[in-house]
């Protein structure tokens, strides 16, 4: 999940007689599942924020593309920093930091302090998730970690379920009269928490050889980002301005500039941000693209979904959490079904049948909803959703594997983290483009009797979009191998089959 090579994140087998390894162990599980949570609760929040603040479309994108984005740009930075100065030390400064901007949000006395602070957020959670991996490696011993990588799979599916659901329960229960504020509040005990027993039941570890930190390199993706989506989020609401099509092109040139730099940086000292000789193993550059796509794809339906159930549909935040239950469900099963049973046996052709029947899911969705319209409920949603969740948890489980599986063991941590890297920055980016699939077809001014179904007809539109992006997404998997080499030489064995886990926390949204 980091940025560094595995072997230099490796450090000497640690001992299995030490308990606090599984103290350890809880704590760090509990940074990575307050980071999937977030992003699920939040969802589900947003007409409430949307409501009570006064929120433009525009800041209610921000709300949700503004974590994803700090969080994308960090990700590689913040696995490098715990190399060089500790994964203790930075694990806890992240969980420490990602409290307080919690705190803010929840305290936000407009939406743009609650922006602020979402990006905040982000950048924390940067600095806290890549540490997970390391410090897991450097705790538990390799006949561990098979075990200790399983459970990522339970907490998928659990802050899967429980992220909408919470989110539903502490928005419609209005506690102390705080409306959506708890869903950021309840941060604050866990956080404290993990905190005081992280500094003292977590190992300290640092990479054995110094390294450097790529600031350019940091700076040049950061920047490029943004030149990419500001005008996205923004261009509807200001009228598509010249600028924001020049600044979309600049983005291109800046992640040029970012690539030859990158490419001078590592032949000077071998210390880039990003590992490009990794883009030459054709299975990694191909499920790069895939995972990019799938991002794009799921930042789309999301928000688009909650907004269509709870602005269009009227439903409440209850209703709206409880009718997804089938889909997060679905995800579950599927996801332990392929990587135990189907992946082993038919290798490649499980994960682009994930792609088709999602797709499936998603044009059975677009059908229900223009049959029934504004009298659609959550029972004929259960069909489509729970075949959209097979399809995915199809997918997410064992792509990274599929990704990694040609790439060379030294490269094996700068890829994973690569792998999730890209793929927040197309949940980002799908996000941004909801201002063009979404509400680019909802007049900004709407009588009431018009809203539900301008959204429906919105909704529909947007389920076209990400069909298609499935559809990219099965062609684009023929470029994966037919099986995850496991023994090819050189490449990262099942000793680091646990980098791959650690990527599926990130993939639910």
Not at 15 to 33: C, E, Q, S, Y
Not at 112 to 129: D, N, P, T, W, Y
Not at 138 to 167: C, D, M, N, Q, Y
Not at 262 to 285: C, H, Q, T, W
């Amino acid at each position: 999940m980091h940025s560094t090579d595995i072997a230099h994140a490796r450090t000497p087998e640690p001992a299995t007689g030490d308990r606090r390894r599984w103290f350890a162990l809880a704590i760090v599980m509990t940074a990575a599942f307050m980071d999937l949570v977030d992003v699920t609760i939040v969802n589900i929040a947003v007409p409430s924020i949307q409501r009570d603040e006064g929120a433009t479309f525009s800041q209610i994108q921000w709300i949700t593309a503004g974590y994803a984005l700090a969080f994308a740009a960090g990700l590689v930075t913040g696995g490098r920093l715990g190399d060089i100065h500790g994964r203790k030390r930075v694990f806890l400064v992240g969980i420490g930091g990602f409290t307080v901007a919690s705190a803010l949000c929840g305290l936000a006395v407009n939406p743009e302090m609650l922006v602020a602070s979402r990006i905040l957020q982000g950048a924390m959670a940067a600095l806290m998730v890549p540490q997970v991996l390391s410090i897991v490696h450097a705790t538990f011993p390799a006949h561990e970690r098979g075990k200790v990588f399983g459970l990522f799979g339970a907490i998928v599916g659990l802050g899967a379920v429980s992220g909408p659901l919470l989110g539903a329960l502490l928005t419609e229960g209005n506690l102390f009269g705080l409306e959506w504020r708890p869903i950021f509040l309840i941060n604050l005990p866990v956080g404290v928490a993990a905190l005081v027993l992280g500094s003292r039941f977590i190992t300290e570890s640092k990479a054995p050889r110094a390294l450097k930190l790529d600031l350019p390199g940091v700076a040049l993706v950061t920047l490029a980002l943004l030149m990419l989506l500001y005008p996205l989020t923004r261009g509807r609401q200001l009228g598509w301005p010249v600028w924001g099509y020049v600044s979309m092109a600049g983005a291109l040139v800046v992640f040029a500039a970012l690539v030859a730099y990158e490419r001078a940086k590592g032949a000077r000292d071998g210390s880039p941000l990003i590992e490009l000789s990794l883009f030459r193993v054709k299975s990694f550059a191909a499920g790069i693209a895939v995972q990019t796509v799938f991002g794009v794809g799921l930042g789309v339906f999301f928000l688009v979904w909650t907004l269509y159930m709870q602005i269009g549909l009227g439903w409440s935040a209850l209703r709206a959490g409880l009718t997804g239950v089938p889909f997060s469900v679905a995800v579950s099963v599927a996801a332990g079904m392929s990587v135990q049973q189907l992946v082993p046996r038919f290798g490649r052709k499980v994960l682009q049948a994930g792609a088709l029947v999602m797709a499936a899911g998603v044009l059975i969705y677009l059908a229900e909803a223009e049959r029934y319209g504004l009298g659609i409920t959550s029972w004929q949603m259960a069909l489509p959703l729970v075949v959209m969740g097979a399809g995915m948890g199809l997918i997410v489980a064992p792509l990274t594997d599929a990704v990694l599986s040609e790439v060379p063991r030294e490269h094996a941590g700068s890829a994973s983290g690569l792998i999730n890297t890209v793929q927040q920055m197309g949940h980002a980016l799908g996000l941004g483009l909801v201002s063009v699939v979404f509400f680019g077809v909802i007049d900004e001014r709407l009588a009431p009797a018009e809203v539900g179904p301008a959204f429906v007809d919105g909704f529909t539109h947007a389920l076209s979009w990400v069909a298609a992006v499935l559809g990219a997404i099965f062609l684009l998997m023929f470029a994966l191998p037919k099986r995850p080499a496991q023994h090819v030489e050189g490449a990262a064995d099942a000793e680091e089959a646990p980098v791959a886990g650690e990527k599926e926390p990130e993939l639910v949204p």
